[in-house]
């Protein structure tokens, strides 16, 4: 397995495979881009083509292509191989029995669970009444087939004789899915009787289900809805369903369109609305906005109205908010949700996400339009429910604004409304939003290592081996660049030449961040030439063993301190010629104008 991460590793670019989540751009050597890990308006991550790996120097994260995608896609480690392998076209091999991953083995078993659910409802005379409830609603055969539509037939073993008997897999792995369950000693399906729609994550693994009734059954003791529960691949708060299918159309527009339930995103996908996702719920979570924000800037929530108005859909409103996106919110009308109005008026609904309006005007407008009285008590309700939405909203200009806005509603002063304001304290989620994450100032090294930091970034820049000179290793005291320069003497013994990506690779875990950091560091102040490097390794050097000098005097100092109160004369003198010695040399390293003068 190692022999095929290494091919693996040398076949994946590093930098074309981040560029295909984030937009890199060229800066000398290596290439920059805003950190996809934490938010900052200038760029500090860096991609280094030479040595393969990436490194933030806002955040401090740092790693090679399959730690980007650990990081950013959330994948384990052979999730991140395998998708590489097949990405460079390296044939992986399977792992040995028993030690295929879990996620591996619950994707296949949701695929085929799929594949058999699929087909039971396009192709088997089981799906037909459910088949022709989907098309009763609207659906087309080929958006059936695109959304991989499905039905689970209303019998108590069919999905196990099918992956049991036929894949040859054990019960544990279905319970481990979530598609079956066990109660009194007896196992049952969990979707039995339900249409199925597939829940895939954005890389289009297929990681849950969720299941209909039929109408027929709508009058009977049983949920509407049943969702696969939390599983190794399967996280409600981490899914967008349709988002595999849509993301580009999402991309292409930078606009996305949020409904809740997945017939309300397939209805409007083929009404024509193609950058639309759903939600289970009406609470965008982080996890969902930070997916959304790789794709576009605009969130158009279009949810019932009494839902885009309730505590959970302001929460993630704001969560949305925080993370930059703008914030419309599409008015219905008459119709209670997207799939009635796109199966009804396609245009209506088209037009009314063309002419949504912005977030705050819409809840602002929920508030008064149920308060509708103009009494004290009235005004006194609106009051208590608008206050805590103006105080959340960041920007100090738009909420000056609404301030003004909902006081000329009010009949009231402006300046009542922002007092009213003042006085409510932060809420936890305010709290939470102020949080800021101090990272820690690279000026807080110490002078030693900081020189040593540059030196090693310039000679690797410049001419590593110039890092061979004992004198100059001799100054290297700092432990974490001290162990690099070990392991760099070390490759050059066995090596003729400097590969520094074949280096990085050969380097124990905790020290590729520093190597890393080292390499990709901005040298500030230096011109890309190679008497400049040189002037620069030399100007380090003696600084260095300036700071060497002061270090030796200090412990010379006190020595004579010490020797001072025992009376040592002998010592004493020996010490103190010492330190004149050193004294001198500091001198002449701290002044190499005079010293050459002198001669």
């Keep these: ?67 980007f995608l650990e990081k950013y896609e959330g994948m384990d480690f052979y999730e991140a191989l395998k998708f590489l392998a097949d990405r460079a076209g390296v044939q992986l091999k399977p792992l040995q029995s028993g030690q295929q991953g879990v996620k591996d083995k619950l994707y296949r078993v949701n695929s085929l669970t799929t594949a058999f659910y699929h087909y039971v409802l396009t192709s088997h005379r089981v799906g037909k009444k459910a088949l022709d409830y989907l098309l009763r609603r609207g659906l087309k055969i080929s958006t059936i087939r695109t959304f991989k539509l499905g039905y689970s037939p209303d019998e108590p073993f069919a999905i196990r004789k099918y992956l049991i008997e036929k894949k040859k897999f054990i019960q544990k792995d279905l319970e481990s899915a979530g598609l079956i369950y066990t109660k009194d000693g007896k196992t049952y399906d969990r979707f039995r009787g339900r249409v199925i729609f597939p829940l895939s994550d954005h890389r289009s693994n297929v990681v849950g289900f969720a299941g209909r009734i039929l109408p027929d059954k709508e009058k009977l003791n049983l949920a509407k809805y049943i969702n696969t529960p939390e599983t190794d691949i399967y996280h409600k708060s981490k899914i967008l369903y349709g988002l595999e299918s849509t993301k580009k159309d999402i991309k292409k527009s930078g606009s996305v369109v949020v409904v809740e339930g997945e017939l309300d995103m397939i209805s409007s996908w083929q009404a024509g609305i193609k950058n639309v996702v759903a939600i289970k719920g009406s609470a965008l979570t982080e996890d969902q906005v930070g997916l959304l924000s790789r794709f576009a800037n605009e969130i158009i929530l279009a949810l019932d109205a009494d839902v885009a108005g309730d505590s959970a859909a302001k929460r993630g409103i704001e ?46 407008d929920l508030i008064f339009a149920k308060n509708t009285d103009k009494t004290g008590i009235a005004k006194a309700k609106i009051s208590r429910e608008v206050v805590p939405i103006l105080s959340r909203i960041s920007d100090k200009i738009v909420q000056s604004y609404y301030i003004q806005e909902v006081a000329r509603r009010l009949g009231v002063n402006p300046e009542a409304v922002a007092e009213q304001i003042s006085f409510r304290k932060p809420t936890e989620d305010n709290k939470e939003a ?13 002078r030693r290592e900081l020189l040593e930091d540059r030196l090693m970034s310039v000679a690797f820049r410049y001419d590593p081996k110039v890092l061979l000179n004992r004198q100059t290793q001799a100054l290297v005291k700092t432990p974490l660049t001290r162990k690099i320069l070990d392991e760099f003497t070390l ?46 390794i ?62």
């Excluded at 245009?347 to 949504?356: E, G, P, R, S, T």
């Excluded at 102020?434 to 110490?446: D, Q, R």
């Excluded at 560091?521 to 490097?533: Q, S, W």
């Design 491 to 536: 490759f050059m013994d066995k090596n003729k030449e400097f590969d520094p990506s074949i280096f990085a690779s050969k380097l124990p875990d905790e020290l590729v961040s520093g190597f890393t950091d080292m390499v990709l560091k901005d040298i500030r102040g230096l011109a890309d030439k190679p008497e400049t490097y040189e002037k620069e």
């Design 434 to 446: 102020s949080n800021v994450v101090i990272i820690p100032s690279e000026e807080k090294k110490g």
């Design 319 to 364: 969560i949305a908010e925080r993370q930059g996106f703008d914030m419309r919110v599409v008015r219905l009308g008459k119709y209670k949700d997207p799939d009635e109005a796109a199966r009804q008026n396609p245009d209506y609904l088209k037009k009314a996400v063309q002419n949504a309006v912005g977030v705050w005007d819409f809840v602002i």
């Design 538 to 599: 030399e100007l380090i050097v003696r600084q260095l063993q300036s700071v060497q000098i002061k270090e030796e005097l200090k412990k010379s100092a006190l020595k004579i301190k010490d020797l001072e109160l025992k009376k040592e004369t002998g010592k004493l003198l020996k010490t103190q010629e010492k330190y004149n010695i050193l004294t001198n040399k500091l001198h002449d390293l701290e002044n190499p104008d005079l010293d050459t003068k002198k001669h």
């Design 1 to 67: 397995m190692s022999d095929q991460v290494d091919e693996i590793k040398a076949k994946s670019d590093i930098v074309s495979v981040i560029s295909d989540y984030i937009t890199l751009k060229k800066a000398g050597k290596n290439f920059k881009a805003l950190c996809p890990f934490h938010s900052e308006k200038t760029p500090s991550f860096v991609v280094s083509p030479e040595i393969q790996h990436f490194k933030c120097f806002g955040c401090g994260e740092s790693g090679d292509a399959i730690s």
